[in-house]
T-cell receptor, first 112, second 112 residues
């Protein structure tokens, strides 16, 4: 089984709809992250969490919110989706410091 | 702030050709450096890493050396295969709460 899972893998929605993307991990890591990937821009950090009670904004948090329901679960919400939020979204986990992160398979979101 | 710059793609090579993908970084202190690979339709996988100056990371025939004097971490492979076709991301993790800073990605296409 995959260590980091994301649901759904693909989603098409309409402008103004509320969308939730979910991430679960079995690696036992405290730190979880949400990134957005756009062509030619690499990955950009949306939100990150060091533990259940510690949520932090990344560089592009506007229009997004998150919830850390448990150590193993970290959800990303788009309260009112807009077309420029069409992108590939990745969840990642890690142990912090200068160590690597481990990525889920991604969710491809299209906002019409 | 910290940043990573990669050579632009796409890069197209013939099978068995030599590969270099350039990566330079700007960071305070001594970050860890990573190369991630994203195969079509998949998430990011860690390819290799280096945690201090002059370290050489290697995996699957790929190598990269942490050069502090030139702030570089260029990815090389002596003989590429069609199966190496993917997008390659250079990244660093500094003293910013374990956040990864990514380059924009370089798409590699290897032709038979």
């Amino acid at each position: 089984d995959a260590d980091v899972t994301q649901t759904p893998r693909n989603r098409i929605t309409k402008t103004g709809k509320r969308i939730m993307l979910e991430c679960s991990q079995t690696k036992g890591h405290d730190r979880m992250y949400w990134y957005r990937q756009d062509p030619g821009l690499g990955l950009r950090l949306i939100y990150y969490s060091f533990d259940v009670k510690d949520i932090n904004k990344g560089e592009i948090s506007d229009g997004y919110s998150v919830s850390r329901q448990a150590q193993a679960k970290f959800s990303l919400s788009l309260e009112s989706a807009i077309p420029n939020q069409t992108a590939l979204y990745f969840c990642a986990t890690g142990t912090g410091g200068r160590n690597e992160q481990f990525f889920g398979p991604g969710t491809r979101l299209t906002v019409l | 702030g910290d940043s990573v710059t990669q050579m632009e793609g796409p890069v197209t090579l013939s099978e068995e050709a030599f590969l270099t993908i350039n990566c330079t970084y700007t960071a305070t202190g001594y970050p860890s450096l990573f190369w991630y690979v994203q195969y079509p339709g998949e998430g990011l996988q860690l390819l290799l890493k280096a945690t201090k100056a002059d370290d050489k990371g290697s995996n699957k025939g790929f190598e990269a050396t942490y050069r502090k004097e030139t702030t570089s971490f260029h990815l090389e492979k002596g003989s590429v295969q069609v199966s190496d076709s993917a997008v390659y991301f250079c990244a660093l993790s500094g003293w910013q709460g374990g956040k990864l800073i990514f380059g924009q990605g370089t798409e590699l296409s290897v032709k038979p």
